[in-house]
């Protein structure tokens, strides 16, 4: 048996959750396999260690979100902005959503982005948040609070997103 | 679960499948081996630096038995060249005393030319099919992508310039699919490619994902316009509807409130789309019409001011700013106009002069 084995099966049974993770923290498929990759190069030489006393998928989470917001030097993708035409009746509207939140998740600075992940597509705590980022609570309180507002700012089309109840008292 | 979820949800779904644990053992090991040889490399690099100062040969002229008078232009080479300014087609020779004689297409080939201004011979970008219909190149919008079909391979190939890495698709196509006006669209990631068999004909496209093979079948009746933030534009003439296809698949067409042609890609506000009329006779020329792309109602249109009187508009592509968009206008060879949307002031941007027939421009489809 290779001792890479147990690494080799962790990367196959976590990767594609892992890389979706990395490619909405970065809205581009090569910085999210560079970034992914980055990091499971460093995981290789910890895997003895963190297989045997800790949570591998919590570590590399932390270490994905970490180094993204380390990257700020990595060109972002282009986004040019506009001001939108007024908005109208729907046919189908999903994949439009979609286009304005990317754009407007690139305006956000990398630690904004990374809470919003955290918080509304991993739906951790704001605990469990502020130990991925490896700051307090209230950091992540007021990064949220701020991503938020920003993201009305940015896309008030996208207020619908941004209204449920769970969103609002998070907002506070 | 919030709709926020959903809708980063559907982004997260666009995300490329990978394999990376070898990749990473591999990266892991080479650090390694860096980290501990780093000295001796050091030393090593000092050494060859000395030995080639005194091993290089003085320079001379151009003595190779290329005859003078004829095209020398480098084929492309592996590795980095630097983004694309734009692609052409050698056009067929015509012998003038022979002029009812088909022209002689046997040395058609593929030419980039480099922002720089390097032009490159591309003999592995398919020009021509054996049926002599015409096989299209597509570039990104950045210039860092070219996409081609390669014989060789029977499939079709992105080749990113500025990295020099190539991926050939695992989705065969046979060269008879290449039918009269195929179209090719590339995504800026050149993770993507949309082939259209035979433009305006019910023969279904092919959204391909270049490093899985994964497909998705474009409806034959549309027409594709770009990919571009993982969403397909892809047009229904006459009726007219545009269809913002996720390039996962789904989604579902909006309708015009009119007859369109000659669409821009979707304009930074990820809403509005620039086309031109065709039923108002006379303004199909130089009348802009914004649309919502969501409603399918006209947001207003604007008469476009300083282009040649000569010839005509013959595409409308991509978006400089939220109030510049970018049109091709051909008259004894195509330029590139940038028009300001509020004011309908066109400014000329690049000129391709004799280049009009086959020329592929950053972020257009490829014809």
Redo the contacts between chains.
């Keep these: 048996m290779n001792h890479h084995d147990g690494f080799r099966e962790f990367v196959l049974a976590r990767q594609q959750a892992l890389m979706r993770a990395a490619y909405l923290l970065t809205g581009d498929a090569h910085l999210a396999e560079d970034l992914l990759q980055s990091v499971l190069i460093k995981v290789v030489g910890k895997w003895p260690k963190l297989s045997k006393n800790g949570n591998p998928e919590a570590y590399v989470r932390k270490a994905l979100v970490n180094q993204y917001i380390s990257w700020r030097r990595r060109p972002r993708p282009e986004s040019p902005s506009a001001d939108p035409p007024e908005r109208g009746a729907s046919y189908d509207e999903a994949a439009l959503d979609r286009i304005v939140l990317r754009q407007a998740l690139a305006k956000l600075t990398p630690k904004q982005r990374a809470v919003i992940v955290l918080r509304f597509w991993e739906d951790l705590t704001e605990t469990q948040a502020a130990e991925t980022l490896g700051c307090s609570v209230g950091t992540v309180k007021s990064q949220v609070h701020h991503a938020l507002a920003r993201l009305r700012a940015l896309a008030p089309e996208l207020a619908h997103l941004l209204s449920d109840s769970e969103i609002r008292e998070v907002a506070r | 679960m919030?709709?926020?979820?959903d809708?980063?949800?559907?982004?997260?779904?666009?995300?490329?499948?990978?394999?990376?644990?070898?990749?990473?053992?591999a990266?892991?090991r080479r650090?390694?081996r860096a980290t501990l040889t780093l000295a001796a490399v050091a030393t090593v690099a000092v050494l060859g630096v000395a030995t080639a100062a005194v091993a290089l040969p003085e320079p001379h002229g151009d003595d190779t038995a290329t005859p003078r008078g004829v095209d020398t232009v480098p084929d492309l080479p592996d590795g980095k060249v630097g983004s694309l300014g734009h692609a052409y087609k050698t056009p067929c020779k015509v012998d003038p005393e022979r002029r009812r004689q088909p022209p002689d297409c046997s040395a058609v080939e593929w030419r980039l030319v480099t922002r720089t201004g390097t032009t490159y011979r591309m003999p592995q970008a398919l020009p021509r099919t054996t049926q002599g219909r015409n096989a299209p190149v597509a570039i990104s919008r950045?210039g860092r992508m070219i996409a081609y079909y390669s014989r060789q391979a029977q499939a079709h190939v992105v080749r990113d310039l500025v990295s020099g890495s190539e991926v050939t698709s695992s989705v065969t196509v046979k060269e008879e699919r290449i039918g009269v006006g195929s179209m090719l669209v590339v995504s800026?990631?050149g993770?993507h490619v949309l082939f259209d068999p035979r433009e305006g004909s019910k023969e279904p496209g092919l959204l391909i994902e270049m490093r899985t093979g994964r497909t998705v079948p474009v409806h034959g009746k549309f027409e594709t316009i770009s990919i571009k933030?993982?969403?397909a534009a892809l047009v229904r003439y006459v009726k007219t509807d545009l269809w913002?296809?996720?390039v996962t698949g789904?989604?579902?067409?909006?309708r015009f409130d009119g007859v369109f042609i000659m669409f821009s890609e979707?304009?930074?506000?990820?809403?509005?789309v620039a086309a031109f009329d065709f039923e108002r006779k006379g303004h199909i020329k130089n009348t802009l019409t914004?649309l919502?792309?969501?409603?399918?109602?006209i947001?207003r249109r604007v008469a476009i001011r300083g282009l040649p009187e000569k010839g005509g508009v013959s595409s409308v592509s991509l978006?400089r700013?939220?109030?510049e968009v970018t049109i091709v206008h051909e008259n004894m060879g195509a330029g590139t106009y940038a028009v300001d949307v509020n004011t309908g002031r066109a400014r000329r941007l690049a000129g391709y002069p004799g280049k009009g027939a086959h020329l592929a421009l950053p972020g257009m489809a490829g014809l």
Excluded: F, Q
Aim: without cysteine.
């Design positions: 919030t709709r926020l979820h809708a980063l949800d559907g982004i997260a779904e666009e995300a490329p499948l990978v394999n990376l644990a070898d990749l990473a053992i990266g892991h650090r390694r950045d800026d990631d993770r933030d993982g969403v913002l296809m996720p789904g989604g579902s067409p909006v979707l304009a930074p506000d990820g809403r509005t914004l919502d792309a969501r409603t399918g109602k947001l978006w700013s939220g109030s």
